[in-house]
């Protein structure tokens, strides 16, 4: 079946990159999102990729795609005290017009002064 | 431009007692609207989903129900909460059509006492 894997945390000092990882299982989802979640608060969709890119740069973020892999990477550059949150990856699923997409557990990122 | 809204934002419940939860959606006709759960911070569960009026599929067995009443209204109840119920309750919708990406409301806090 459907499956999105994530590692739970991640720790980096503020000025450094970080990375967070994501591999899915469907070879079929079209699109792979990257939501953001701060304390207490909704999902804001940070980007999203289209299944036959390989990469998307959004300023301080960078998207990397290996579909052969399925894996799905979100690199945040100069990383930022304002950056920690957690972060979701999302697949989109082979389910006609209901948009349903499968989420991953979510990656915590702690940014340390 | 499209705006999402939840209410309440917090609820406080004794066990037993019924639950009515509201989602509303402006700027956007004929939306994709979904219902969600997480649990401690993590990830998410889809709970309910539906492409229109009075078109309801459910996701997992449970003691809640969803209805759409109007296009851009979605309703999330309980006739008894049980305990199990405490969570944070997510309120998305998505446009039909391809990508089909979700946005999320602000979410209401639920406790069961």
């Known amino acids: 079946g459907e499956d999105v894997e994530q590692s739970l945390f991640l720790s980096v000092r503020e000025g450094d990159s970080s990375v967070i990882n994501c591999t899915y299982t469907?070879?079929?989802?079209?699109?792979l999102y990257w939501y953001k979640q701060e304390p207490g608060a909704g999902l804001q969709l940070l980007t999203y990729?289209?299944?036959?890119?390989d990469m998307k740069q959004d300023q301080r973020l960078t998207v990397l795609l290996n579909k052969k892999d399925k894996h799905l990477s979100l690199r945040i550059a100069d990383t930022q005290t304002g950056d920690s949150a957690i972060y979701f990856c999302?697949?989109?699923?082979?389910?006609?017009?209901?948009?349903?997409?499968?989420f991953g557990q979510g990656t915590t990122l702690q940014v340390k002064p | 431009s499209q705006t999402i809204h939840q209410w309440p934002a917090t609820l406080v419940q004794p066990v037993g007692s019924p639950l009515s939860l509201e989602c509303t959606v402006e700027?956007?006709?004929?939306?994709?609207l979904y219902w969600y759960r997480q649990a401690a911070g993590r990830g998410l569960q889809l709970l309910f989903y539906?492409?229109?009026?009075?078109?309801i599929s459910s996701e997992v067995p449970q003691n809640l129900s969803a209805s759409r009443p109007q296009d851009r209204q979605f309703i999330l109840s309980s006739k008894k909460l049980l305990l199990s119920d405490s969570g944070f309750y997510l309120c998305?919708?998505?446009?039909?059509?391809?990508?089909?990406?979700?946005?999320f409301g602000p979410g209401t806090r639920l406790l069961v006492l």
């Open positions: 990729i289209f299944s036959n890119m």
């Open positions: 998305a919708w998505s446009v039909k059509g391809s990508p089909e990406t979700q946005y």
């Open positions: 469907d070879s079929s989802s079209t699109y």
């Open positions: 999302a697949e989109s699923t082979s389910s006609g017009n209901t948009g349903k997409l499968i």
């Open positions: 700027g956007t006709s004929n939306p994709n």
């Open positions: 539906s492409v229109g009026i009075g078109q």
